[in-house]
Nanobody, 125 residues
Framework: QVQMVESGGGSVQAGGSLRLSCRMSPDTLTRGCMGWFRQTPEKERDQVAFIDRDGKTSYVDSVRGRFTITVDNAKTTLYLQMNSLKPEDTAMYYC???????????????????WGQGTQVTVSS
């Protein structure tokens, strides 16, 4: 049974940092695409960053240089380190995984197989 359990959300002031974690089970989920997405009531869910099974990463322009996506294969945990947070980063954040090829740059897509339950990030000015 696939499980993706997120943690690490919360409230922080602008300029602060948070680290989101996503514990994935089974460990085979690290063999495809892994991503973080975010959604607000006003906008559709958008991908923020992805990392593929070979470690290739990519970020949306608005977070590049501030956010870092990593995966700890031994712990089967996906992370999103968020620094220099801005009020516009406020959203519900979701981790996701997809074992269907292709991978690499093709991990930049909206449709992923497995999703976490979401964790709220609120950044105040």
């Amino acid at each position: 049974q696939v499980q993706m359990v997120e943690s690490g959300g919360g409230s922080v002031q602008a300029g602060g940092s948070l680290r989101l974690s996503c514990r994935m089970s089974p460990d085979t989920l690290t063999r495809g695409c892994m991503g973080w997405f975010r959604q607000t009531p006003e906008k559709e869910r958008d991908q923020v960053a992805f990392i593929d099974r070979d470690g290739k990463t990519s970020y949306v322009d608005s977070v590049r240089g501030r956010f870092t996506i990593t995966v700890d294969n031994a712990k089967t945990t996906l992370y999103l380190q968020m620094n220099s947070l801005k009020p516009e980063d406020t959203a519900m954040y979701y981790c996701a995984a997809d074992l269907r090829p292709p991978f690499g740059d093709y991990c930049h897509r909206d449709e992923y197989e497995y999703w976490g339950q979401g964790t709220q990030v609120t950044v105040s000015s």
